[in-house]
């Protein structure tokens, strides 16, 4: 419809309410739009911010919002609802916002469940992002960094000059990224070369099929050109032991090259699909100076008048006309606020333990999420001796060891000091937890030094540790959302007037995109709610 359709003197407003009587809320909500005026009703349509023109031309009103949680989604849904003037407040328990977002520098402290406290003692320089780390760049995530001024950087996923080290499979010493990739993808190509020679293939491939493949394999795994010579024998792909320069310096390939049984032996090649991985490939992001950039740019956004830090929710109850929520604010009192609406973004094992009116089917979903937890380490050292010593600027080494990832960090390049991360999960990281923080130094350390000799002892200067089961108020790294069930269909859906969001109710858990599309989703229902009635 264009201005041409309306009736001479019948303003915008009163045409939407002729609609509305007519037709019902759901043509006026199909009507506004197609005026462009309304967010489209499909749960699937691209994500239209709500605006305050949204109220000036329905003749609606905005609606006070209560919002359980600051981490990403609880800040998101405040943030896209204060766009249209929403009445939003965030009660966060914890002193400060983010959520698993959550970046240690130089005086941070934090005492976890236990009583276990630490405080960062990191120079000035350096900081520990320890919840996320990394951004795909296809994520949503950077759409809000753009959005809110968070400049960011190349976070180094992959290196070919990081290590592979399992001490399990019986290797004596760790092997380059570079050269295990090199070796691994040559006797793939070699023995997936000598089938198709064979005839092994015939079956599949057509004698133009084979050339094609054989021609594929001589460039993908540098294999001998000839039928009878298709053997892999290393190149210089694998690296140097003395790199080519000027003059007679040709370089020295390394070698020899291992056999084709302990290539496969030393299971290297477990680790190359993981640059494959959508969410994973390169190039990954992350802000400049810490993740905590995220969350700290949307508080400064939504208005620290809205968010009340050390706001323990203690009850919930929803109501025909309103939602009631007790709480224990940062002096221990009891406090209630009403609202409209309630968006809880806890945890659900969190949300599990508060009571609430909401019923049984409701709290026994909320139980439904398998739990995951999470810890890393971060040990800051007087030089960055992995950039000296090792040619090592950014990315990852993996291993079989407790201490799992070991990432090295991708800013400060050059700098006087640097911090090395380790990252693991599930049984490793719940047997870290288990120790005091100075124990986990000792193990984790002790488990560099496999790796990287005594520089990984000695020159440590600093240290910080998190194990996500014992933060309070979090209890968990991720929730695994138990897709295609009755539990999680239910819970993307309100209860009553009480919205749940989070990563836990997407197909993106434990990643922050996966918050602000769930927040997105939320925001949606809750605004075209408010607009039809």
Known sequence: MTDSDWRPGLRR???LSAVGVAGGAGTLLATMGALGLAPAARADS???PPRRSDFSLSGRGTAKVVILGGEIAGLASAYE????????????ARDR???RNFTARGGTVQTDVRG????ARFSDDVYMNTGPGRIAQWMV???YCRELGVPIEVFTNTNANAFIYNEAAGMREPVRYRTAKADVYGYVSELLAKATDR???DGELTKADKERLLDFLRDWGALGGKAGNRRYSGTPRRGHAIDPGAGDQAGVPLGPVPSLAKTFADGAGRYFSFEFDYDQAMLMFQPVGGMDRIPLALARAIGGDRIRLGHVVIRITDGPDDVTVVYRDSRGEQRRITADFCIAALPPHVLARIPHNLGADVQNALRAWQVDTAAKIGLEYRSRWWETDHRIYGGIT???????HLWYPSYGFHGSRGLLLNYFYDEDARKYGDLTPGERVRRAVAQGVKIHGENHRTGLTNSFSVAWHLIPHIEGAWAIPPIGTPAYRLLNKPAGRLYFSGDWLSHLTGWQAGSFESARLVVSHLHQRVLAH
Do not use: N, S, W
């Open 13 to 15: 407003r009163d045409f």
């Open 46 to 48: 691209p994500f239209r």
């Open 81 to 92: 609802l204060g766009k249209a003037g929403y009445d939003c407040t965030v009660l966060e």
């Open 97 to 99: 916002v983010g959520g």
């Open 116 to 119: 276990d406290r630490q405080t």
């Open 141 to 143: 995530t950077l759409d």
């Open 199 to 201: 005839r092994a293939l």
């Open 398 to 404: 993996e291993t079989d060891l407790d201490i799992g």
